[in-house]
């Protein structure tokens, strides 16, 4: 299931076009932003991986974490499946979050997940909102960063929350006002969010592959 795959966002094509006539307040972060490439994740367990590392702690964390994961081998399922939660624990990774992984790894051998090329997004979403410790926010990037699917929008992003309010320069927003501000961009939800993260970060939404 591994694959590199990328999707490309110019000031003057269609998506874009599209989401600033659906939203004209949008105009300045593209043009701020300009020409955006989000790049997926080659393997979905991978993905996965990554993001419950991510739950909760920095960017910059994860990405540590990550990397200190794959250095020591743990780049497939059954190297998670094998693995004693103490030499997990020895990396940094928490007991809660070992518990989540290895259960990944585990789903990774269901039918579903074997053949999720031909699985819709929303079976896939329902199975993996079914494990324990993939919440909302996990399964939508997952969604975005392996399914690429391009209409996505979490609200419980605090990073996206807040570059929001910074674009439409608004002192504070809800999370009923992020849902109703959203429904504008559909169906390219994600390609704002990808455009919200880079402003924010100052650079493209590339995250690590392997």
């Known amino acids: ?20 006539t659906q939203d004209k307040a949008l105009a300045p972060l593209f043009e ?22 991510n739950q909760q702690i920095s960017l910059k964390a994860a990405k540590t974490l990550y990397a200190r994961l794959l250095g020591e081998g743990f780049d497939t399922p059954e190297t998670f499946r094998q693995a004693t939660q103490a030499s997990l624990r020895a990396l940094g990774i928490s007991t809660a979050k070992i518990t989540c992984l290895q259960a990944v790894a585990t789903a990774c051998y269901a039918p579903w997940f074997v053949q999720m090329e031909n699985t819709s997004h929303e079976r896939i979403e329902r199975e993996l909102l079914s494990i324990r410790g993939l919440g909302v926010w996990t399964v939508s990037m997952f969604r975005m960063f392996y399914l690429l699917d391009e209409d996505v929008f979490t609200t419980g992003d ?13 002192p504070a927003m809800s ?6 501000r959203s429904a504008r961009w559909r169906p390219y939800r994600s390609v704002v969010a990808h455009y919200l993260w880079a402003f924010r970060e100052g650079s493209d939404s590339v995250m690590p592959i392997r």
């Open 158 to 170: 605090l990073g996206l929350r807040h570059a929001l309010r910074l674009v439409l320069k608004q």
């Open 32 to 53: 701020t932003v300009g020409d955006l490439r989000v790049v997926g994740f080659d393997d979905p367990f991978l993905c996965l991986v990554f993001f419950v590392l």
């Open 1 to 20: 299931m591994r694959r590199v795959h990328a999707r490309d966002y110019d000031l003057k094509g269609p998506v874009v076009t599209a989401l600033k």
């Open 175 to 180: 999370e009923a006002d992020m849902v109703a």
